[in-house]
T-cell receptor, first 115, second 114 residues
């Protein structure tokens, strides 16, 4: 299995809703990432998990809450979002070999619309 | 902080035309360089990558890129484009001291007319 899967593919939510995005990989990768991509813009890094621990938080608002329950799963919990949070949310994973760059593999994304 | 520039925001070509998309980065040390493609409605796919060695790298679908260290550039080329190459193209850089972090350029939207 050499892919990153994300569910759901599409999500529409109101500003008072609580929802979660899910990402899964079975490549044995120990680093996982969340990116946000607005239309016609490049992906922007949100969070990095390394060995199930949060290692990077790129000043993301607290209405986004990541969780890494195990080495294969990465969740992004959403609460009290704003319409400007509507975007494509991408998950990626990479091996974690010290001393070298490790290529990231991207999932198809969840297209989120906040009403 | 490193930055990546893609100067061509929109490119329109006819089929069989040659393509060159520019990418420049700002980091002066060791870098790993990538081109990703995002077809309409699809996820990011890796076209090619450069870590070290031959500065001319070949990727999938007939694409190639040349790393010119003195110019801090990693331009993407294809001798003859097809309608199916219509997509968004992103250059990305990993600086040697940045762990696994990627910095993306702003993207180039390519439209190929049949």
């Amino acid at each position: 299995d050499t892919e990153v899967t994300q569910t759901p593919k599409h999500l529409v939510m109101g500003m008072t809703n609580k929802k979660s995005l899910k990402c899964e990989q079975h490549m044995g990768h120990r680093a996982m990432y969340w990116y946000k991509q607005k239309a016609k813009k490049p992906p922007e890094l949100m969070f990095v998990y390394s060995y199930e621990k949060l290692s990077i938080n790129e000043s993301v608002p607290s209405r986004f809450s990541p969780e890494c329950p195990n080495s294969s799963l990465l969740n992004l919990h959403l609460h009290a979002l704003q319409p400007e949070d509507s975007a494509l949310y991408l998950c990626a994973s990479s091996p974690q070999v010290a001393g070298r760059y490790n290529e990231q593999f991207f999932g198809p994304g969840t297209r989120l619309t906040v009403l | 902080a490193q930055s990546v520039s893609q100067h061509n925001h929109h490119v329109i070509l006819s089929e069989a035309a040659s393509l060159e998309l520019g990418c420049n980065y700002s980091y002066g040390g060791t870098v790993n360089l990538f081109w990703y493609v995002q077809y309409p409605g699809q996820h990011l796919q890796l076209l090619l990558k450069y870590f070290s060695g031959d500065p001319l790298v070949k990727g999938i679908k007939g694409f190639e890129a040349e790393f010119i260290k003195s110019k801090f550039s990693f331009n993407l080329r294809k001798p003859s484009v097809q309608w199916s190459d219509t997509a968004e193209y992103f250059c990305a850089v990993n600086a040697g001291n940045a762990g696994n972090m990627l910095t993306f350029g702003g993207g180039t939207r390519l439209m190929v007319k049949p």
